[in-house]
């Protein structure tokens, strides 16, 4: 991090409280409240009550001099950003919650002394067990990931031999307390981010009010833009990571195994009694976070839909105004001979009524006369090219060829043969038909790679022509395979 990105954060309320000159009374009294017992909205008159008895059991005691009633801190602090003040719906009295700000401050503070003891073979374990599922994860080589399965396999194979040899590896109490601390912090940090989640919703929420108070489109546009940061949120990284964490909780199973886990865990005789009963409870805690942030979700959409509503109905009530206005200005100008004028082109609609459309009117019959015909003179019409067609036989080129084939010592037998044995009487038409052969049993070998230059004698006119073809090889098809490799000419 630095020295400019520090400096920008002086200004952070989680930094302004740690500054602050009653900040031991704020982190002492809120974090007993909102992050001990882990309480999300608590009602005006209960938090009053609660700060006063704080108030006076420190100022008996000396701790301190508070001379203001509870609700003034109250209100600092709120306007501090330490503490948000709501109004649940449905509800006449103000509730309190703690901000993101205020936890990460407890939490850095509640951090600070010295621990006796700090595990770290745990987390070490766990950063190589995330390194190894993000590695699987990614990999695409299946042959990879079935050698990593069968190496966990056997693993797994060598723990049961064990077991079954009677050798049972227990973890030291030393390394289940490094767990158990982990386990312990993890579920603090993941319910304290539930909090930055719902800061972070109500973040957009402010921005999306700001938005559609100067917007100037059309509410289209504004609800196309709420829409829009609301996929964005569902599909950001936090959306997301949110969202899975949200549906593995609603899971009855998980939430069973969870409990069962962590009930075998509170009895462990190795914790030496360290355990922490709260613990117990953290599903139901994570549980009641989640769903409080989906209801923020919930509340905030309902509050900007009527907010866009009023904004879209304050809209069209300054339209009438408008109208209004205009007509009483036309009112007031009737009748007067001196205005200077102006032509309106006003938009009409061209309207064509039913009876104004022509009615049905029948085809006009045309008369044929085909008594008279006229006498034809075929004398002088050439009909040769009717009859000028070339008719190929197939039939017969499959012969020619299957004779050489047969006659030929590898089996095969190329065009330039066929072409030389049994000499082209069709012209390009009979060439062309050798490349169309279609016999069971007989394959038709084109490699482009190699050609031949082939001279035959035209067809309808004396001289003889030459066409360059790509080598054809007419080979035996046995069973649906070649036989055998074809040759080069």
Same mark, same amino acid.
């Given at each position: 991090?630095?020295?400019?990105?520090?400096?920008?954060?002086?200004?952070?309320?989680?930094?302004?409280?740690?500054?602050?000159?009653?900040?031991?009374?704020?982190?002492?009294?809120?974090?007993?409240?909102?992050?001990?017992?882990?309480?999300?909205?608590?009602?005006?008159?209960?938090?009053?009550?609660?700060?006063?008895?704080?108030?006076y059991d420190l100022n008996?005691?000396?701790?301190?001099?508070?001379?203001?009633?509870?609700?003034?801190?109250?209100?600092?602090?709120?306007?501090?950003?330490?503490?948000?003040?709501?109004?649940?719906?449905?509800?006449?009295?103000?509730?309190?919650?703690?901000?993101?700000?205020?936890?990460?401050?407890?939490?850095?503070?509640?951090?600070?002394?010295?621990?006796?003891?700090?595990?770290?073979?745990?987390?070490?374990?766990?950063?190589?067990?995330?390194?190894?599922?993000?590695?699987?994860?990614?990999?695409?080589?299946?042959?990879a990931r079935i050698d990593?399965?069968?190496?966990?396999?056997?693993?797994?194979?060598?723990?049961?031999?064990?077991?079954?040899?009677?050798?049972?590896?227990?973890?030291?109490?030393?390394?289940?307390?490094?767990?158990?601390?982990?386990?312990?912090?993890?579920?603090?940090?993941?319910?304290?981010?539930?909090?930055?989640?719902?800061?972070?919703?109500?973040?957009?929420?402010?921005?999306?009010?700001?938005?559609?108070?100067?917007?100037?489109?059309?509410?289209?546009?504004?609800?196309?833009?709420?829409?829009?940061?609301?996929?964005?949120?569902?599909?950001?990284?936090?959306?997301?990571?949110?969202?899975?964490?949200?549906?593995?909780?609603?899971?009855?199973?998980?939430?069973?195994?969870?409990?069962? *886990?962590?009930? $075998? %865990?509170?009895? &462990?005789? /190795?914790?030496?009694?360290?355990?922490?009963? =709260? +613990?117990?409870?953290?599903?139901?805690?994570?549980?009641?976070?989640?769903?409080?942030?989906?209801?923020?979700?919930?509340?905030?959409?309902?509050?900007?839909?009527?907010?866009?509503?009023?904004?879209?109905?304050?809209?069209?009530?300054?339209?009438?105004?408008?109208?209004?206005?205009?007509?009483?200005?036309?009112?007031?100008?009737?009748?007067?001979?001196?205005?200077?004028?102006?032509?309106?082109?006003?938009?009409?609609?061209?309207?064509?009524?039913?009876?104004?459309?022509?009615?049905?009117?029948?085809?006009?019959?045309?008369?044929?006369?085909?008594?008279?015909?006229?006498?034809?003179?075929?004398?002088?019409?050439?009909?040769?090219?009717?009859?000028?067609?070339?008719?190929?036989?197939?039939?017969? *080129?499959?012969? $020619? %060829?299957?004779? &050489?084939? /047969?006659?030929?010592?590898?089996?095969?037998? =190329? +065009?330039?043969?066929?072409?030389?044995?049994?000499?082209?009487?069709?012209?390009?038409?009979e060439l062309l038909a050798?490349?169309?052969?279609?016999?069971?049993?007989?394959?038709?070998?084109?490699?482009?790679?190699?050609?031949?230059?082939?001279?035959?004698?035209?067809?309808?006119?004396?001289?003889?022509?030459?066409?360059?073809?790509?080598?054809?090889?007419?080979?035996?098809?046995?069973?649906?395979?070649?036989?055998?490799?074809?040759?080069?000419?």
């Open positions: 991090m630095e020295f400019d990105d520090v400096t920008g954060l002086l200004d952070h309320p989680a930094w302004r409280l740690l500054r602050a000159e009653n900040a031991p009374l704020v982190l002492g009294f809120c974090g007993t409240v909102f992050v001990d017992e882990n309480v999300r909205g608590v009602p005006e008159n209960v938090l009053v009550s609660r700060l006063d008895d704080q108030l008996e005691r000396g701790m301190g001099s508070f001379p203001r009633p509870a609700a003034a801190y109250l209100t600092e602090w709120t306007n501090s950003g330490w503490l948000r003040k709501y109004y649940p719906p449905d509800e006449d009295e103000a509730h309190f919650d703690a901000t993101s700000a205020l936890e990460k401050a407890v939490a850095w503070v509640r951090g600070l002394p010295a621990r006796s003891f700090i595990g770290t073979e745990s987390r070490l374990s766990t950063i190589v067990a995330l390194l190894r599922q993000m590695t699987f994860g990614t990999e695409t080589d299946p042959q990593e399965l069968r190496r966990e396999r056997d693993r797994i194979d060598e723990q049961i031999a064990q077991l079954l040899a009677g050798e049972v590896d227990l973890l030291s109490p030393v390394a289940l307390l490094d767990r158990y601390q982990q386990v312990e912090n993890t579920a603090v940090e993941l319910l304290r981010d539930f909090r930055e989640v719902e800061a972070n919703l109500r973040e957009l929420d402010r921005r999306l009010r700001q938005d559609v108070a100067t917007a100037e489109g059309s509410k289209g546009e504004l609800l196309a833009s709420f829409l829009m940061d609301r996929e964005m949120i569902a599909e950001s990284d936090q959306g997301r990571s949110f969202q899975a964490f949200f549906d593995h909780l609603l899971s009855p199973q998980r939430q069973e195994e969870l409990r069962g *886990l962590l009930e $075998q %865990v509170h009895q &462990l005789p /190795q914790l030496g009694g360290r355990a922490n009963r =709260n +613990l117990l409870k953290i599903p139901f805690a994570w549980l009641e976070a989640a769903e409080s942030t989906q209801d923020t979700v919930r509340q905030l959409t309902e509050q900007l839909r009527r907010f866009l509503a009023d904004h879209g109905r304050e809209e069209d009530r300054r339209v009438v105004a408008l109208v209004r206005s205009v007509q009483r200005h036309v009112a007031a100008l009737d009748g007067r001979s001196d205005l200077p004028g102006i032509e309106l082109e006003v938009p009409q609609v061209e309207l064509a009524l039913p009876m104004e459309r022509r009615l049905y009117m029948p085809v006009e019959r045309v008369e044929l006369d085909s008594t008279a015909v006229e006498a034809f003179d075929d004398s002088e019409v050439d009909v040769s090219e009717l009859f000028a067609g070339v008719h190929v036989d197939h039939e017969t *080129l499959v012969a $020619q %060829v299957l004779e &050489l084939i /047969q006659a030929s010592p590898s089996g095969q037998a =190329n +065009l330039p043969t066929v072409v030389e044995k049994y000499p082209l009487a069709l012209g390009l038409a050798y490349f169309q052969l279609d016999q069971g049993g007989l394959d038709i070998v084109i490699d482009p790679s190699h050609t031949h230059n082939l001279v035959y004698e035209r067809f309808h006119s004396p001289g003889h022509s030459m066409a360059t073809v790509p080598q054809v090889t007419f080979v035996l098809n046995e069973g649906g395979v070649t036989a055998g490799e074809v040759e080069q000419a």
